[in-house]
């Protein structure tokens, strides 16, 4: 089945693309897709060597705390 996952935070957009999920093993290879890409993001944004090394410290889930996850089945 094709999804769309999304992932909001305070009302912006962090992150959307679309998968096939079909079982358990799809379904964990959307969300660490979905982290590799916010990961990449954060790290290639930054334009000095002192705001990588902040950033460095931070995780991926430091950006995702408080997010709003959804999962949206895309039919027909």
């Known amino acids: 089945m094709k999804v769309k996952l ?3 935070k305070r009302d912006a957009l ?12 799809s379904f964990g290879k959307a969300f ?3 982290w590799a890409k916010l990961r990449e993001r954060q790290l290639s944004g930054e334009t000095s060597v002192g705001a ?6 931070g995780t991926v889930l430091d950006q ?3 997010a ?5 089945a895309i039919r027909g």
Do not use: C, P, R, T
């Open 14 to 25: 962090l992150f959307a693309d679309v998968y096939d999920i079909e079982d358990a093993d």
């Open 64 to 66: 995702l705390e408080g």
């Open 52 to 57: 990588l090394m902040d950033h460095i410290g």
């Open 6 to 8: 999304q992932i909001n």
């Open 68 to 72: 709003q996850i959804s999962v949206k």
């Open 32 to 34: 660490a897709d979905a």
